[in-house]
């Protein structure tokens, strides 16, 4: 038995000793992606040794992308990064894809939720402020992110989930504005979501310029407006014409 095997044998019989319940769906404290299972490997509990492998294996993945870039991240980076054997990633992750749905996954983990400013433009501008922070950050690893899932389809599904997730999040924003009468309880909270925010990634991910600090005030105030108006009404997009 080589150093990898007994490394996995150890972790094996250390998970097998870790009393567990039943994880949510993608809780990083499971050995887990949970999403599709794939990334962490099946049959995993919380904590142990599995829960700190995965750890410190995905604390090393956005750090080498934002360094390197896609052609730089490899099992054997990542190995050397993390301290993790080699084996030991490839047989949890299989490839860089994997690494990176796994990280992406484990990002949606989190307990964040949108601010309550108590009204609707000051909800959509505190988004924007923490939206535009994350992708004018040197390096960026939101942009990182979203550059690597152009390479890799197990990325671009991740991600996909990932903003699936937070677009759900923050259709609170919609439904405490449409409770203190702001807007029409027949507008389209994905749609608010997506023309408030859109701007921030046209400059900052497809332009790639420093945006200007008053974006994402202007933004959310058009898309405040734009509401208002009945733009993003269900009712009229359903409606057929004449």
């Known amino acids: 038995m080589d150093d990898a095997e007994a490394d996995e044998a150890a972790e094996d019989a250390e998970d097998a000793r870790t009393p567990g319940a039943p994880g949510n769906p ?4 499971d050995g ?3 999403r599709d299972g794939r990334a962490g490997g099946a049959g995993t509990r919380p904590g142990g040794r599995t829960a700190r492998v995965r750890s410190q294996v995905l604390e090393s993945v956005g750090p080498l992308l934002m360094e390197y ?3 730089g991240l490899t099992i054997e980076a990542v190995a050397i990064r993390s301290g993790v054997h080699r084996a030991t990633v490839y047989r949890r992750w299989r490839d860089v894809g994997g690494l990176l749905a796994d990280t992406l996954d484990a990002a949606g983990d989190d307990t964040w939720r949108p601010a309550d400013t108590g009204t609707l433009e000051g909800d959509l501008l505190a988004l924007n402020e923490e939206l535009l922070a994350a992708l004018q950050e040197e390096p960026s690893l939101a942009t990182a992110l979203i550059a690597a899932s152009f390479r890799s389809e197990e990325a671009a599904t991740a991600l996909r989930r990932f903003w699936e997730e937070r677009y759900e999040r923050c259709e609170v924003i919609v439904a405490r504005a449409v409770a203190r009468g702001e807007i029409a309880a027949s507008t389209d909270a994905r749609q608010l979501l ?3 925010t859109a701007p921030l990634y046209h400059e900052a991910v497809l332009l790639h310029t420093a945006a200007d ?3 994402p005030a202007r933004s959310a105030r058009a898309a405040v407006l734009a ?3 009945g733009a993003f009404s269900r009712a009229s997009a359903d409606c057929p014409a004449g």
Do not use: I
């Open 227 to 229: 509401a208002r108006g």
């Open 26 to 29: 993608g809780d990083s404290r």
């Open 69 to 71: 870039g896609y052609d």
């Open 32 to 34: 887990r992606s949970g």
């Open 194 to 196: 997506v023309h408030a």
């Open 213 to 215: 600090p008053d974006l």
